[in-house]
C-alpha cells in the first residue's frame, strides 16, 4: 500500500516512520511513504504557502494554489483517495481504518497547518477526517495516526497474522482482555492461575470473560 503526505514538515515523520513496526513494514515492501512538499510549487522567493485571510481574523490560511499543485503532482488511480486531516472531519476509529484498508490502495494525507487551508483546496479533497476532538498544530500528527492503524492491518506488516483481528476495537465496542507475561509474580501481583493452567478452552473462556465493552 502506499501514502503520500503533502506537508511542509516531511522531517516530522522520520523517527515514526522509520522506527518499529512501520520501519520494518517499508523495508519489507509491505508499504511505501512519499512526502511532497508545498513549497515546492510556489513561484515567489521566499516559498510561502500561507497569506493573510480575507476578511480579518488572526492567524495565516494555507493557499490553494500550492496545495492543488502538490495534490496533482501525484499519480492516482481508482483506488487513490485524498484526506485532508481536519478538526471538522469524520471521527477516526477502527472501523474506518479497515474501510480505508479495504477499500483503496494508496492514501494522500493533506496536512493543513495555521488557521487551516483555503476553502477552495476542498475541490480537490475527497473527504476529511479528524482523529479527536481536540486541537494540533496541524495534520501530520493525524497523518502517521492512520497510517500506523491501517497499516497494521495490511499482510505481513504484523508478526502474527491474528495479532489485528483480537486488538481492540477490532469488534465495534470490544476492548481486549488483559495480557501478562513473566515473571509469575511481580510486587505481591500474580498472573492468574488459568492462563498457567494450559486449558485452552478454559483461558479462552477468561479471555472472552475479561473482555471489556467500550
Known amino acids: 500500500m502506499r501514502f503520500d503526505v503533502i506537508t511542509i514538515f516531511p522531517e516530522m515523520f522520520d523517527s515514526v516512520m522509520n522506527t518499529s513496526i512501520l520501519g520494518r513494514a517499508i523495508e519489507a515492501g509491505h ?36 496545495l492543488h499543485k502538490a495534490i496533482d503532482s501525484i499519480k492516482k488511480t481508482e483506488k487513490s483517495r485524498v484526506i485532508l486531516m481536519s478538526a471538522k472531519g469524520e471521527r477516526f476509529t477502527q472501523q474506518k481504518a479497515e474501510q480505508l484498508h479495504g477499500d483503496y490502495d494508496h492514501l494522500i494525507f493533506v496536512c493543513g497547518r495555521y488557521e487551516g487551508v483555503d476553502e477552495r483546496v476542498m475541490k480537490y479533497i ?73 486449558h485452552h478452552a478454559e483461558i479462552e473462556k477468561w479471555r472472552q470473560e475479561n473482555s471489556k465493552e467500550s
Open 126 to 198: 475527497d473527504e476529511e477526517i479528524s482523529i479527536g476532538d481536540y486541537v494540533l498544530t496541524g495534520g501530520e500528527l493525524g497523518a502517521m495516526v492512520v497510517t500506523d492503524a491501517v497499516s497494521r492491518l495490511i499482510p505481513g506488516v504484523l508478526g502474527d497474522a491474528e495479532s489485528a483481528s483480537e486488538e481492540s476495537h477490532s469488534t465495534p465496542g470490544y476492548i481486549e482482555y488483559p495480557h501478562y507475561t513473566r515473571p509469575e509474580k511481580y510486587d505481591g501481583q500474580s498472573v492468574p492461575d488459568v492462563l498457567l493452567s494450559g
Open 31 to 66: 508499504i511505501e511513504v512519499h512526502y511532497v512538499n508545498p513549497r515546492d510549487f510556489t513561484a515567489d522567493k521566499h516559498r510561502e504557502v500561507d497569506d493573510t485571510p480575507y476578511g480579518g481574523g488572526p492567524g495565516m490560511v494555507m493557499k490553494v494554489e500550492p
